[in-house]
């Protein structure tokens, strides 16, 4: 496994393991809760780290494979897609066990694929392009950089709920 792949691979733990640290102690009935002034919620957050690792570490390395509506919906993936406006209503949302399963699943199986991928493969381009290169290795690092843009959401959220800080 090249050095870039063992980078990005560690860098998707490191941002999956910080997140999960910050959504540890956020009760259930609060994901749903928009404090006033924010316009997301907990819920939204996850669902849209799902998607995206979805989207980044998945289909954009090898295209959609026939298991994959078994790890997320096509009517989860678009409630949470770039530019979707959170609902803060429960009962128009996906649960909150249902959203924690779709993020472990999919996180589950990125992990069990990555450590497969080739490098020629990853210095295939893409498009659109994503931050460090323009090619599914740039995927694959920016996976880990998005997670981190969206945990300090949650983090804010978090202080917002009237919780404490993660140490």
Request: proline share 7%.
């Given at each position: 496994?090249?050095?870039?792949?063992?980078?990005?691979?560690?860098?998707?733990?490191?941002?999956?393991?910080?997140?999960?640290?910050?959504?540890?102690?956020?009760?259930?009935?609060?994901?749903?809760?928009?404090?006033?002034?924010?316009?997301?919620?907990?819920?939204?957050?996850?669902?849209?780290?799902?998607?995206?690792?979805?989207?980044?570490?998945?289909?954009?390395?090898?295209?959609?494979?026939?298991?994959?509506?078994?790890?997320?919906?096509?009517?989860?993936?678009?409630?949470?897609?770039?530019?979707?406006?959170?609902?803060?209503?429960?009962?128009?949302?996906?649960?909150?066990?249902?959203?924690?399963?779709?993020?472990?699943?999919?996180?589950?199986?990125?992990?069990?694929?990555?450590?497969?991928?080739?490098?020629?493969?990853?210095?295939?381009?893409?498009?659109?392009?994503?931050?460090?290169?323009?090619n599914k290795l740039g995927c694959l690092l920016?996976?880990?950089?998005h997670e981190m843009i969206h945990a300090g959401?949650?983090?804010?959220?978090?202080?917002?709920?009237?919780?404490?800080?993660?140490?």
């Amino acid at each position: 496994m090249s050095t870039e792949l063992t980078l990005a691979i560690a860098q998707i733990r490191f941002a999956r393991e910080y997140t999960q640290s910050l959504l540890a102690e956020i009760p259930e009935e609060q994901w749903f809760l928009q404090p006033a002034g924010a316009t997301t919620h907990v819920a939204w957050q996850v669902g849209h780290l799902a998607m995206a690792q979805y989207g980044l570490c998945l289909f954009r390395i090898r295209g959609r494979a026939d298991a994959d509506p078994d790890l997320m919906s096509s009517t989860f993936r678009k409630k949470f897609s770039r530019g979707t406006a959170p609902d803060a209503d429960p009962a128009r949302n996906p649960s909150v066990a249902e959203i924690r399963q779709v993020f472990d699943r999919v996180n589950e199986q990125s992990l069990l694929e990555l450590s497969g991928y080739q490098e020629s493969l990853l210095s295939e381009p893409v498009d659109p392009p994503y931050a460090v290169y323009p090619n599914k290795l740039g995927c694959l690092l920016f996976c880990s950089h998005h997670e981190m843009i969206h945990a300090g959401q949650i983090g804010l959220l978090r202080r917002l709920l009237g919780l404490n800080p993660v140490r």
